[in-house]
T-cell receptor, first 117, second 113 residues
Framework: AQTVTQSQPEMSVQEAETVTLSCTYDTSENNYYLFWYKQPPSRQMILVIR??????QNATENRFSVNFQKAAKSFSLKISDSQLGDTAMYFC??????????????FGQGTTLQVKP | EAGVTQSPTHLIKTRGQQATLRCSPI?????VYWYQQALGLGLQFLLW???????NRGNFPPRFSGRQFPNYSSELNVNALELEDSALYLC????????????FGPGTRLTVL
C-alpha cells in the first residue's frame, strides 16, 4: 500500500522569503504522479503543481517548484517570494497510473503554512 | 471555464437520516471522485465514477453510495447518518487517468446532530 508522509504539521515564513515543505512517500509502483495541493481557509482545494515519476526534470509553476528525488522517495515543494495569499494548508498527494490505476489520490496529513507580513 | 460545482454548501441532518450531495464536473471531464475530509482523519478517498460506472471505492461502509448520470454529474448518498459522518465532502473531476490531476469543488459541509 502507498503512504504519503508530511512531517511538518505547521510552518511559517516571512513575506517575500522562500520556504520548503517536505513530503516523503512509499510505493513499489514505477508509474505514478505526485501532486501538491493548496487548501486555503475557503476550503477550495487547488492544484499547485504535479510531477510525473518518469520525468527527471523537476516541475515548476511560477513561484512554485519541486525537488523530486525518486530514489529517496522525496517530493518537496519550494515556494519562492512568499505572498500573504500563500497562507493555506498544503497537501502532498500520490496517484498510481496505468493499468493499476485506482483513480485514487493518497494524501499526506498536510502542512499548515502561514505567511507573515 | 466553470470549475467543479457542489451543492448544497452546507447540510445539517440528524442521526439516522439520509443525506444527498451533488457534484457537477468540469465540462469534458468524465471521471468524478468523492473524498471525505473529517477532522483528525485527513482526506480519505470514497468513490470513483467514470463513464457512469463505479470504478473503485474506498474503505467505507455500504451506506455510502452514489451514482454518475449520463451528463457525468454525480450524487453521493449517505444513509443512516452517524455523528462521525460529519465532515467536508469534496468532489473532484478529471480526464480519466491522464495525470492531469484532479480538480476539486468547494465541498459540502455535512453536520450530523
Amino acid at each position: 500500500a502507498q503512504t504519503v508522509t508530511q512531517s511538518q504539521p505547521e510552518m511559517s515564513v516571512q513575506e517575500a522569503e522562500t520556504v520548503t515543505l517536505s513530503c516523503t512517500y512509499d510505493t513499489s509502483e514505477n508509474n505514478y504522479y505526485l501532486f501538491w495541493y493548496k487548501q486555503p481557509p475557503s476550503r477550495q482545494m487547488i492544484l499547485v503543481i504535479r510531477q510525473e515519476a518518469y520525468k527527471q526534470q523537476n516541475a515548476t509553476e511560477n513561484r512554485f517548484s519541486v525537488n523530486f528525488q525518486k530514489a529517496a522517495k522525496s517530493f518537496s515543494l519550494k515556494i519562492s517570494d512568499s505572498q500573504l495569499g500563500d497562507t493555506a494548508m498544503y497537501f502532498c498527494a500520490f496517484m498510481k497510473l496505468g493499468s493499476s490505476n485506482t483513480g485514487k489520490l493518497i494524501f499526506g496529513q498536510g502542512t499548515t503554512l502561514q505567511v507573515k507580513p | 471555464e466553470a470549475g467543479v460545482t457542489q451543492s448544497p454548501t452546507h447540510l445539517i441532518k440528524t442521526r439516522g437520516q439520509q443525506a444527498t450531495l451533488r457534484c457537477s464536473p468540469i465540462s469534458g471531464h468524465t471521471s468524478v471522485y468523492w473524498y471525505q475530509q473529517a477532522l483528525g482523519l485527513g482526506l480519505q478517498f470514497l468513490l470513483w465514477y467514470d463513464e457512469g460506472e463505479e470504478r473503485n471505492r474506498g474503505n467505507f461502509p455500504p451506506r455510502f453510495s452514489g451514482r454518475q448520470f449520463p451528463n457525468y454529474s454525480s450524487e453521493l448518498n449517505v444513509n443512516a447518518l452517524e455523528l462521525e459522518d460529519s465532515a467536508l465532502y469534496l468532489c473532484a473531476s478529471s480526464l480519466g487517468d491522464l495525470g492531469t490531476g484532479e480538480f476539486f469543488g468547494p465541498g459540502t459541509r455535512l453536520t450530523v446532530l
